[in-house]
């Protein structure tokens, strides 16, 4: 069985960074984040596939958002610089079997296995 278990998050103001940590125990070698805001459908943010590999990153936080992982601490970070308003959302990291992208994004129903969320919020 594969564990998820996500920290990190909170309230920041526009121009801020957060670090998400997102902790898989189990053989999952695809980690994602995910966000979803109210009213609006989940969209991938960035992935990694932690064997190696190119990292994802959806195009609204190129550039910001960095992905990385330590693998001594199955471990994968999120690191939100140059926060906006448009990034508040619940982020959820998710783990599966495989780094797919199709049509240049990343898919929920590609991973199994999934946190239980944390609130971004930035306020302008």
């Known amino acids: 069985q594969v564990q998820v278990l996500e920290s990190g998050g909170g309230s920041v103001q526009d121009g801020g960074s957060l670090r998400l940590s997102c902790e898989v125990h189990g053989v999952a070698p695809a980690v994602a984040w995910f966000r979803q805001a109210p009213g609006k459908e989940r969209e991938g943010v960035a992935g990694i596939h932690r064997g190696g590999g190119s990292p994802h990153y959806a195009a609204p936080v190129k550039g910001r958002f960095t992905i990385s992982q330590d693998n001594g601490r199955n471990t994968v970070y999120l690191q939100m610089n140059d926060l906006k308003p448009e990034d508040t959302a619940m982020y959820y990291c998710?783990?599966?079997?495989?780094?797919?992208?199709?049509?240049?994004?990343?898919?929920?129903?590609?991973?199994?296995?999934w946190g239980q969320g944390t609130q971004v919020t930035v306020s302008s």
């Open positions: 998710a783990a599966g079997p495989l780094l797919l992208e199709i049509g240049g994004r990343l898919r929920p129903r590609d991973f199994e296995y």
